[in-house]
């Protein structure tokens, strides 16, 4: 008996095994049309109101899902020849599928374990196994990964399209009836989906009267994918998941992307890029709910939580949203420093740039400089510290002066006075929190606040502006013209002309694009103040998103404008312009020099 059911065994392996091709294809179909069907179940459950009969619907087909998932596994294990390699290869969907029943078999105990009542485990159990399936989602789109060397864009291409996407998805999540207390618009979702994705923090809508819990988790979302640029999120994801090749030709085009000087060094700079975001982002939460927990501020701990995972993300990524209805300036936060500090620091770590992070805290690169004493910091490492601190230090100074008789003249102390000041510039430099009133400030100090917003952060970083090394090329440049130098140095080195030219080219092209904006502007809102509208033009093409409150007076084509400004400005002006152009291939030839009178 047993030897027949053995023998029909292999006799079935056999033919699965003959016909794997043909069962291969029919699985990626059913797999794409299920996963979609999942997914659009899991948004709409959570993103509409759903009837009795529906939500069956959806939950069913989430378990239909899930279903495929564990057949798809068990088929493909009975035409492969070694097991042992195939379950070795599928290490990851094994984990998955123990949790998974680890989850089903043992709810009870979990729930107990947690103390969770009757009335809410449902709800959580579903959110758990909504997120789990999310998890699968993502792994099985990082198996395909191999469609990618089909791929024929240039990386800006690439970058421009993925923010497009990303903005698009959350404007139509942003507009589901969950996500807001009473609706909100086409050109208000686009303005916000837009905002948070390009980590600027500019509001057309309160942001914390529009929107629900749902809606705040799909800000924060769309803040972390837009500050970690979801190209590189999603480059990272692939190439951990995936075991198959991207190819030579991807591995160039993700060179490219973050200008990193080999090949080999692409994923590596990846992944430290995701694993130093998550753990910035992790202390600074843990700090944030360890003191708000103490304050009695929040009605539960589940809100503590979701307040203190946002302002981190929000901090970090340089985005400046905040789930107060004033803002940092709401009476329950304006006057505490602690978590003001926190917020603080996480903007200008997650403003200075990964480079600067990792040539400053690498185990790997100290080690290194300790052997061989005469290693120093790198010189775009050197330069992004000088020329943020003499901003931040230089723009606190004439802030506070500035504003003693003014913003900062009823505020406590002469250290409130310095901490507010000081805190305005490091932390309204690039992510747009405030704690004095933007739109009573003095026209100097606005004109100072536009000088250190379009200067802004560090290159690779999460903050937006033409960047601080780009600002200390035009400055030696300066310096070097009125010193009669044909040659640009640094530290006992020449700055190549490739580095000078393109500084240049970001800082003409971004002012072209504000003044452009500012007189577009004018014409179609010139009831706004036009300090004010030069504000609000410069603080979005920077990505900076302080504002004067004046937002929502703007008509739909002034936000449509601002929406526009804002992406360009996340993108940068030259990925923009490459992105757009064709590039042209550079000959040997030179024609004859010209010389001619300017200045």
Same mark, same amino acid.
Request: aromatic share 14%; charged share 15%.
């Given at each position: ?8 065994? !292999? ?52 378990? +239909? ?36 029943? +680890? ?21 959580? !159990? ?7 399936? =999310? ?52 050109? #208000?979702?686009?303005? &916000? ?5 390009? @980590? ?9 009267? &529009? ?64 694993? +130093? ?15 708000? $927990? ?52 996480? @903007? ?9 992070? !990792?040539? =400053? ?17 790198? #010189? ?35 250290? #409130? ?73 640094? !530290? ?24 452009? $904006? ?6 179609? #809102? ?34 449509? @404008? ?32 010209? $010389?001619?009178?300017?200045?």
């Amino acid at each position: 008996m047993w030897g027949t059911l053995m023998r029909y065994a !292999r006799k079935f392996k056999f033919a699965l095994a003959s016909h794997r091709f043909q069962i291969e294809r029919v699985i990626k179909v059913l797999s794409v049309l299920i996963s979609l069907g999942a997914v659009a179940s899991i948004i709409f459950q959570h993103g509409s109101y759903l009837t009795p009969q529906q939500e069956e619907v959806t939950t069913a087909m989430v378990l +239909v899902a899930y279903l495929f998932y564990i057949f798809k596994f068990l088929l493909r294990s009975l035409y492969e020849v070694k097991i042992t390699t195939y379950l070795k290869n599928n290490v990851v969907d094994i984990v998955i599928i123990a949790l998974l029943l +680890v989850a089903v078999i043992f709810s009870h105990k979990l729930q107990s374990l947690f103390s969770l009542s009757d009335a809410a485990f449902p709800h959580y !159990r579903q959110l758990f196994f909504h997120i789990f399936y =999310f998890i699968i989602f993502f792994i099985e789109v990082a198996k395909v990964s191999a469609i990618l060397k089909k791929v024929n864009m240039s990386p800006p291409l690439l970058m421009l399209l993925s923010f497009f996407i990303l903005i698009a998805t959350g404007t139509f999540l942003l507009m589901m009836p969950k996500a807001t207390t009473h609706g909100i618009s086409f050109i #208000d979702a686009l303005f &916000t989906a837009t905002s948070a994705s390009c @980590v600027t923090g500019l509001t057309s809508v309160n942001t914390a009267l &529009t929107f629900t819990t749902t809606g705040y988790i799909i800000l924060l979302i769309l803040m972390q994918l837009g500050g970690m640029s979801i190209l590189s999120f999603a480059t990272f994801f692939i190439s951990f998941l995936s075991r198959s090749t991207t190819g030579l030709k991807y591995q160039y085009m993700v060179k490219d992307m973050l200008s990193t000087n080999r090949v080999a060094d692409s994923f590596t700079f990846l992944r430290e890029i995701v694993i +130093v975001t998550f753990i910035f982002e992790g202390v600074g939460a843990l700090m944030l709910y360890m003191y708000w $927990s103490t304050t009695g501020l929040f009605s539960s701990d589940g809100e503590t939580i979701l307040y203190a995972i946002f302002h981190a993300i929000s901090a970090y990524n340089n985005a400046g949203f905040s789930l107060w209805t004033d803002g940092l300036m709401d009476p329950a936060i304006v006057n505490s420093h602690f978590p003001q500090m926190i917020i603080m620091i996480l @903007v200008f770590v997650g403003g200075i740039g990964y480079v600067v992070i !990792r040539d =400053f805290f690498d185990p790997r690169i100290i080690r290194e400089r300790k052997k061989k004493r005469w290693m120093k910091l790198a #010189d775009g490492t050197q330069i992004a510290l000088i020329t943020s601190f003499a901003i931040i230090i230089v723009g606190t100074i004439l802030f506070y002066f500035l504003e003693l008789g003014n913003t900062l003249q009823g505020r406590g102390n002469a250290f #409130d006075k310095v901490f507010a000041s000081f805190f305005q510039v490091v932390a309204g430099r690039t992510a747009g929190f405030n704690i004095v009133d933007v739109d009573a400030l003095s026209i100097p100090t606005l004109l100072l606040v536009m000088v250190v917003i379009f200067i802004g952060a560090s290159p690779g970083s999460t903050g937006g502006g033409i960047k601080t090394t780009t600002f200390f090329v035009i400055i030696k440049s300066i310096a070097a013209t009125i010193q009669g130098k044909s040659k640009i140095e640094y !530290r006992k080195k020449t700055v190549p002309f490739s580095l000078v030219d393109k500084s240049y080219s970001i800082v003409v092209m971004t002012l072209v694009f504000i003044i452009l $904006s500012i007189f577009i502007l004018a014409i179609i #809102d010139p009831q706004i103040p036009l300090k004010n509208v030069m504000f609000e033009a410069t603080s979005a093409f920077t990505t900076c998103g302080l504002s004067t409150g004046c937002i929502g007076d703007f008509s739909a084509a002034g936000k449509l @404008v601002l929406t526009l400004d804002m992406y360009i400005g996340r993108i940068g002006t030259l990925t923009f312009a490459y992105a757009l152009s064709k590039r042209v291939k550079e000959t040997r030839h030179e024609y004859p020099e010209t $010389s001619f009178m300017v200045g």
